[in-house]
């Protein structure tokens, strides 16, 4: 593409160190489609007539449909999945094809391809997100009414519902969501007609392509736009959030699926065995996804610290942006289908987490409270709690086996009330503020939950 200024040719070394190809070819579906709008653009401008503009096209589709059914041949000597394709399309319809790349670069061209991919996978990323959703939300009514303790410092805390457990993974879920559509609105600016740096002497009517492409916006800067790769970063940050939120959930179902806590069962569709030992049944896929987080988390790094030293405008360093972006979309894809999978498979041992949560002192705070509505200063309350909580587990007897005489000697009000704070499914249903745990609030939030992903 360059030879005219060059008397040797490019080392082999080189050419396979600088290649991209066997990357970036993914995205030779974006770059026909950016090239027929620029070809559209050539046409408005005069550049090329209508019979060149439709052999254009009709030669990208063609070699689209040759790429897709995998008789297309790559040569890496052509560097990128653009020179390949152009190359190509000169072979086949000759100088019209050698006018197509007229004020455009490689440098506006990748970053449309790269925001044309971009935009595409979001979507696909938002939809398996949902699936992955509505998985949980179903999980959650399967184990409808089944209690649990909510921990902190994974030391039993408060009585929750199972399914409020699984809402919180819906919410998080729900946050990425919001940050892929927000980042997607950066990510869809039109870049083409920047050219190099410094757009182009001959001018194309940069709104069609855009209108042709359905982008609501251009870019407005040119150094600006062929250099700008803030939008692969927002989504590598957006989907590697994503990954620690199911590598929370992970890290739970894991604990859960132990004989220790014995929470829930994993289907066997979704767990593996032991080569060695024979009783074993293991959550691998949510060990993988634990594992696979890390790669997000370092793909966002790699890009970050790629960008932080980069001049303007467009550097060669930018062409290491695609394999961590395409890495990060590959791993949060899969992992959210299999997630989806696993989670339609876990069921909840209801009669496993009320035995956990019936530990006494579980309902601490509520005796706490109890105080409190009887006129104690909560930090009064407090203390006489924990002075019953040391002498309940002195004694080895829990809340409710205490009498009312021995509550008294803490303090002298405690009437035999207190014992209905005491009861699991009372303190349960008492959880009532916005966002609480009562069993009416928590019906609701799946009810909101189903609405939202329904619409
Ligand atoms: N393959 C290159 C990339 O991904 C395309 C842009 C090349 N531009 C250039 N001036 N060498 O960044």
Known sequence: MWKGRFSQPTSELVQRYGESVSFD???????????????????????????EQAA??????????????????????????????????????GSAGAKLHTARSRNDQVALDV???????????????????????????????????????LQRGQPVLFAHHLLAYVEMLGRDTA????????????????????????????????????????????????????FVAELLFAIALCGVHLSRLSEDVILWATAEFGFVTLSDAHTTGSSLMPQKKNPDVAEL????????VGNLMALLTLLKGL???????????KEPLFDSIDTIKSALAVFAEMVSGMEVRAERTKAAASDPMLLATDLADYLVKHGVPFRQAHEIIGKLVAFSLSEGRGFADLQLTEYQQFWSGFDSSLYQVLKLDTALAARQSVGAPSPANVAAQLHRWREILSA
Not at 128 to 137: D, E, G, M, P, V
């Open 311 to 321: 001049p303007m405008t467009y550097n060669r360093d930018m062409q290491e942006d």
């Open 115 to 153: 925001r044309l991919y971009c935009r595409d996978e979001v979507d696909e990323i938002i939809g398996l997100i949902k699936t992955l959703q509505r998985a949980l939300i179903e999980a959650a009514e399967r184990g409808e009414g089944a209690i649990m303790p909510g921990y902190t410092h």
């Open 289 to 296: 996804t634990r594992g696979k987080s890390g790669r997000l």
């Open 25 to 51: 070819w993914r995205l030779y579906a974006h770059d026909v489609r950016g090239s027929i709008a620029q070809s559209k653009a050539l046409l408005a401008a005069g550049i090329i007539d209508a019979t």
């Open 179 to 230: 940050r892929l559509t927000d980042a997607r609105t950066r990510v869809n600016v039109m870049p083409l007609g920047s050219g190099a740096l410094a757009g182009s002497t001959i001018i194309l009517d940069r709104a069609l392509v855009a209108k042709e492409l359905d982008f609501p916006a251009i870019t407005q800067n040119s150094m600006d736009a062929v250099s700008d790769r803030d």
């Open 56 to 93: 254009i096209e009709r030669g990208l589709l063609e070699i689209k449909a040759e790429i897709a059914d995998g008789k297309f041949e790559w040569k890496p000597a052509l560097e990128d999945v653009h020179m390949n394709i152009e190359a190509e399309l000169t072979k086949r319809i």
